[in-house]
Every structure is written in C-alpha cells, then in structure tokens.
C-alpha cells in the first residue's frame, strides 16, 4: 500500500502594521497685560481639568515666563480646546491667546 501524504494546513501568519501614532501638540496660554490671573485660573480649570493648584503653578508660568503649557493633546482636541478658549475669553471681554504648536 502507497503512503500518503498527510496533509499539512498552513496558516499565514498574522501580519501587524504598526501605525505611527497621530502627531501631539502642545497647548499654550500666551501671557499679555490684561487678563485677570484669577480668570487664567478659571480657563484652566475648566477646560484643562486641572486642580486649582496646578492651574495657579501654570497662571504663574504665563506670567512670569510668557507662556504656560496646559497640556499635550491630538490635533483635534488641541484646535477644540484653542478655539473653547478663545470664545470663552471673548465671551468675557479678556485678550487671553491660546495656541497650540507641534511637539
């Protein structure tokens, strides 16, 4: 009797593409001379979540050094949060810039 061959499955193996993750930007307050510290404060507490003692560390950042990074977002949350609070600060009257740049 012949031998047969027993047949072998073959499984391809699994490609992986890895993506390059999207890039960051930062996200600065820009200091000028007449925003109210305590609404810089308030900014970044409500749109950047942070305590009010790292919001009052980053207000002093601003004023002291010119800038203050609030944080390191995707594209897309980097321009929401730019452009909440540049309506935020016009809605109340105040020149507070916010920008962001690529990190």
Known sequence: MPKTRSQETVFAEPTTTRQKPPPLFKVLLLNDDFTPMDFVVEVLQKFFAKTREQATQIMLK?????AGLC?????DIAETKVNQVATYAQEHQHPLQCVMEEN
């Open 62 to 66: 601003v004023h002291n050094e010119g």
């Open 71 to 75: 944080g390191i977002y995707t594209r």
